[in-house]
Nanobody, 125 residues
């Protein structure tokens, strides 16, 4: 069993930055891809960014390309999401998730088996 705990959310003004962290416990996640998703009120959950186990492959939603950066520290069993130039439309609950072992699309939420409880990000205009 894997537990994922997100942190780093908060309230920020448009144009500001936040760094989200996702700490895993229960077992090493160093051989698994990891992803960040978000869900805004009244909207479906969407993939934001994902990273392969080695960090060599990353995925970003078009809406965050050039502004968000995903990274990981396998020694710390932690994944990060650096968010810059934040916009009000980035407001959502952000979740990290552990990808199913064996490959597959990094942006497909159904391929993620474990999820954190989420952290709220609010961007004011």
């Amino acid at each position: 069993q894997v537990q994922l705990v997100e942190s780093g959310g908060g309230l920020v003004q448009a144009g500001g930055s936040l760094r989200l962290s996702c700490a895993a416990s229960g077992r090493s996640v160093s051989t698994y891809a990891m992803g960040w998703f978000r869900q805004a009120p009244g909207k479906v959950r969407e993939s934001v960014a994902a990273i392969s186990w080695s960090g060599g492959t990353t995925y970003y939603a078009d809406s965050v390309k050039g502004r968000f950066t995903i990274s990981r520290d396998n020694a710390k069993n932690t994944v990060y999401l650096e968010m810059n130039s934040l916009k009000p439309e980035d407001t959502a609950v952000y979740y990290c998730a552990l990808h199913r072992y064996g490959g597959g699309s990094l942006s497909e939420s159904t391929l993620y088996d474990y999820w954190g409880q989420g952290t709220q990000v609010t961007v004011s205009s």
